[in-house]
């Protein structure tokens, strides 16, 4: 029997696999070791393969293209709606194989091994930084029972975290001055790791075309230029500026019916990495905006004067991803 669709669940050890035929009968719905699965894969004819998009599917996924196979992956939420009652591999793998042959169906665009290693990169220094955060945040609690406030910002929390290393310190008792130097020298090591994370993303976009072609973009720099090539690469597989940022959850939620259109609010389902440097960006954009009113975007300030700030940098991270986009897939400077 010519099996023509595949169904994969993927897990860490033991791999579900679901095939059909053309007229849709069933070859197989088995398990598979992970040492068997390209074994059993290099024995099938080429094929059309469908997996959801998880951890580890985009290996895979360019493992079974050397073999010669095509290869779909699919967002696991869009899958769910093929699930039949119940749970388990062999439902899941059956769901999967008939998700992936439905014309309607969004895609995910397969990840290079260079993509990958520059998102290792980001999310090495994403983990650094909420660590650096959660440590600031103890020290103005601990210091707070002490009636010693360190002035608001990231930056303040790091110098008074030098302060201290330099011998400025605090008329607190001996037990806790012990505990605050062992969290201040915690502080400055992970402030220079992110900077030496921060000078890496900037050397490995510098030798990046679309990375550099981002950054002509006002409000977008080197690390969110960075994380939307190694993310989103050349965007053709959107066919427009506000499918990318619907896909980034920069759109409001459509819940129009009976012919009345009502948007709700910011759906924020997309990826929330990307998002939160865009809306950064663009919060950075907006305080320079108001320093130098000069060179400020009139549509911007247009927008700043019916809106909320929180609700324009929205509304500016929403516009900046569909010229993102126009960027990436005209492969031409902003």
Not at 103 to 116: D, G, H, L, N, Y
Request: hydrophobic content about 45%; proline content about 4%.
């Amino acid at each position: 029997m010519q099996v023509t669709t595949v169904g994969l669940d993927l897990a860490k050890n033991i791999f579900q696999v679901h095939g059909i035929s053309a007229d849709g009968t069933v070859a197989f719905n088995k398990s598979r070791r992970r040492a068997q699965l390209l074994d059993f894969f290099k024995n099938l004819e080429p094929c059309l393969i469908g997996m959801e998009a998880c951890g580890s599917s985009h290996h895979w996924a360019r493992q079974f293209q050397k073999l010669g196979h095509e290869v779909r992956l699919m967002p696991a939420m869009y899958v769910k709606a093929y699930v039949k009652r119940g749970k388990s591999d062999a439902i899941d793998a059956e769901a999967i194989c008939e998700a992936v042959t439905c014309p309607t169906m969004r895609f995910v665009a397969i990840k290079t091994e260079e993509q990958q290693g520059v998102l290792f990169l980001h999310r090495a220094r994403d983990m650094v930084v909420r660590q650096r955060t959660q440590l600031s945040n103890m020290l103005r609690g601990l210091l707070g029972e002490f009636g010693i406030v360190i002035a608001p910002g990231i930056g303040r929390a790091v110098k008074f975290a030098k302060g201290v290393l330099d011998g400025a310190l605090p008329s607190i008792p001996d037990v806790a001055i012990d505990v605050l130097t062992n969290l201040c020298n915690q502080m400055v090591a992970l402030h220079l790791r992110i900077l030496w994370y921060d000078k890496r993303i900037l050397l490995e976009g510098r030798r990046d075309r679309q990375v550099m072609l981002l950054r002509t973009i006002p409000g977008v720099g080197p690390v969110t230029a960075s994380a939307i090539v190694a993310t989103a690469g050349d965007g053709h597989q959107f066919r427009n500026g506000r499918e990318f940022a619907a896909w980034l959850g920069l759109t409001p939620i459509n819940r129009s019916s009976g012919g009345k259109e009502r948007l709700g609010r910011i759906s924020k389902m997309g990826d929330r990495y990307v998002r939160r440097l865009l809306v950064a960006g663009m919060t950075a954009r907006l305080r320079h905006m108001k320093d130098n009113p000069d060179r400020a975007d009139p549509w911007a300030i247009a927008l700043l004067e019916r809106k909320a700030p929180r609700l324009a940098t929205v509304a500016m991270a929403n516009k900046t991803a569909r010229i993102v986009w126009a960027v990436l897939t005209r492969n031409e400077r902003y």
